[in-house]
Protein backbone atom coordinates (compact mmCIF):
# COMPACT_ATOMS: atom_id res chain seq x y z
CA UNK A 1 0.00 0.00 0.00
CA UNK A 2 3.01 2.24 0.88
CA UNK A 3 4.36 1.60 -2.53
CA UNK A 4 0.81 2.57 -4.51
CA UNK A 5 1.02 5.42 -2.13
CA UNK A 6 3.83 6.64 -3.56
CA UNK A 7 3.74 5.97 -7.19
CA UNK A 8 0.20 8.24 -7.07
CA UNK A 9 1.56 11.40 -5.35
CA UNK A 10 4.41 11.05 -7.76
CA UNK A 11 2.00 10.62 -10.43
CA UNK A 12 -0.28 13.80 -9.15
CA UNK A 13 3.52 15.87 -9.04
CA UNK A 14 4.28 15.00 -12.74
CA UNK A 15 0.75 15.88 -13.73
CA UNK A 16 0.51 18.82 -11.67
CA UNK A 17 3.37 20.15 -12.11
CA UNK A 18 2.46 20.70 -16.44
CA UNK A 19 4.27 24.20 -16.66
CA UNK A 20 3.85 24.81 -20.54
CA UNK A 21 7.86 26.61 -21.29
CA UNK A 22 6.74 30.26 -22.27
CA UNK A 23 5.90 30.17 -26.07
CA UNK A 24 8.20 27.49 -27.32
CA UNK A 25 8.27 26.74 -30.67
CA UNK A 26 6.17 23.32 -30.65
CA UNK A 27 3.75 25.47 -29.25
CA UNK A 28 3.91 28.31 -31.54
CA UNK A 29 3.97 26.11 -34.23
CA UNK A 30 0.77 25.15 -33.63
CA UNK A 31 -0.87 27.92 -35.04
CA UNK A 32 -4.53 28.55 -34.08
CA UNK A 33 -4.84 24.99 -32.53
CA UNK A 34 -4.83 25.69 -29.10
CA UNK A 35 -2.67 23.66 -26.51
CA UNK A 36 -6.22 23.17 -24.49
CA UNK A 37 -7.62 21.65 -27.63
CA UNK A 38 -4.64 19.34 -28.82
CA UNK A 39 -4.45 18.20 -25.05
CA UNK A 40 -8.04 16.65 -25.55
CA UNK A 41 -7.96 13.00 -25.82
CA UNK A 42 -6.49 9.92 -24.06
CA UNK A 43 -2.30 10.13 -23.97
CA UNK A 44 -0.29 6.88 -23.07
CA UNK A 45 3.12 7.65 -21.35
CA UNK A 46 5.76 5.96 -23.73
CA UNK A 47 9.02 7.27 -21.95
CA UNK A 48 9.24 8.16 -18.42
CA UNK A 49 12.06 9.89 -16.20
CA UNK A 50 10.16 10.60 -13.33
CA UNK A 51 7.23 7.81 -11.12
CA UNK A 52 4.50 7.73 -13.44
CA UNK A 53 5.25 4.36 -15.15
CA UNK A 54 5.17 3.52 -18.73
CA UNK A 55 1.94 2.22 -19.85
CA UNK A 56 0.00 4.46 -17.77
CA UNK A 57 -3.04 6.68 -19.60
CA UNK A 58 -4.27 10.28 -19.23
CA UNK A 59 -7.40 11.05 -20.52
CA UNK A 60 -8.13 15.25 -20.80
CA UNK A 61 -11.84 15.79 -21.23
CA UNK A 62 -13.03 18.83 -23.41
CA UNK A 63 -14.83 19.66 -19.99
CA UNK A 64 -11.61 19.78 -18.18
CA UNK A 65 -11.46 16.14 -16.10
CA UNK A 66 -8.62 14.38 -16.22
CA UNK A 67 -8.98 10.79 -15.64
CA UNK A 68 -5.62 8.66 -15.16
CA UNK A 69 -5.11 4.75 -15.12
CA UNK A 70 -1.77 3.18 -14.20
CA UNK A 71 -0.91 -0.46 -13.03
CA UNK A 72 0.95 -0.88 -9.78
CA UNK A 73 1.77 -4.27 -8.33
CA UNK A 74 -0.52 -6.04 -10.82
CA UNK A 75 -3.36 -3.46 -9.13
CA UNK A 76 -4.95 -1.25 -11.78
CA UNK A 77 -5.37 2.20 -9.92
CA UNK A 78 -7.90 5.47 -11.45
CA UNK A 79 -7.26 8.58 -10.13
CA UNK A 80 -9.89 11.54 -11.18
CA UNK A 81 -9.75 15.08 -10.91
CA UNK A 82 -9.35 18.69 -12.95
CA UNK A 83 -7.14 20.62 -15.13
CA UNK A 84 -7.08 24.19 -16.56
CA UNK A 85 -4.82 25.52 -19.98
CA UNK A 86 -4.06 29.06 -19.05
CA UNK A 87 -1.98 30.65 -21.88
CA UNK A 88 1.31 27.79 -21.94
CA UNK A 89 0.22 26.76 -18.59
CA UNK A 90 -1.50 23.49 -17.05
CA UNK A 91 -3.17 23.22 -13.47
CA UNK A 92 -4.25 19.82 -12.67
CA UNK A 93 -5.55 19.05 -9.52
CA UNK A 94 -6.03 15.30 -8.48
CA UNK A 95 -7.33 13.80 -5.16
CA UNK A 96 -5.41 10.44 -3.75
CA UNK A 97 -7.04 9.51 -0.44
CA UNK A 98 -8.14 12.31 1.56
CA UNK A 99 -5.51 14.08 0.03
CA UNK A 100 -5.54 16.77 -2.22
CA UNK A 101 -2.94 17.30 -4.72
CA UNK A 102 -2.04 20.28 -7.00
CA UNK A 103 0.91 20.98 -9.56
CA UNK A 104 1.95 22.35 -12.62
CA UNK A 105 4.15 20.99 -15.08
CA UNK A 106 5.91 22.55 -18.86
CA UNK A 107 4.94 20.73 -22.08
CA UNK A 108 8.02 20.57 -24.12
CA UNK A 109 6.13 19.77 -27.06
CA UNK A 110 2.67 18.94 -28.11
CA UNK A 111 1.33 18.12 -31.42
CA UNK A 112 -1.78 16.48 -32.54
CA UNK A 113 0.22 12.84 -31.77
CA UNK A 114 2.62 13.34 -29.21
CA UNK A 115 3.26 15.14 -25.97
CA UNK A 116 6.43 15.68 -23.74
CA UNK A 117 6.22 17.71 -20.36
CA UNK A 118 8.62 18.29 -18.10
CA UNK A 119 8.14 18.65 -14.23
CA UNK A 120 10.15 20.85 -11.46
CA UNK A 121 12.56 18.67 -11.05
CA UNK A 122 13.27 18.72 -15.41
CA UNK A 123 11.97 14.66 -15.08
CA UNK A 124 10.87 14.74 -18.76
CA UNK A 125 8.13 12.10 -19.67
CA UNK A 126 6.43 11.04 -23.23
CA UNK A 127 3.47 10.61 -24.15
CA UNK A 128 1.68 9.31 -27.35
CA UNK A 129 -2.36 9.79 -28.52
CA UNK A 130 -4.16 6.95 -28.32
CA UNK A 131 -7.63 8.45 -29.44
CA UNK A 132 -9.63 11.49 -29.28
CA UNK A 133 -11.70 12.36 -26.34
Not at 35 to 58: C, F, H, I, N
Not at 64 to 78: C, M, N, S, T, Y
Not at 91 to 109: L, M, Q, S
Amino acid sequence: MKTVRVVLGSLAVVWLGLNLPARSPQVLAQGKDEPAQKLVGVWEVTKSAGDLPVGATLEFTKDGKLKAVLKVDDQEIKIEGTYKVEKDKIAVKVKIGEETVEETVTIKKLTNTELEVEDKEAKVTSFVKKKQA
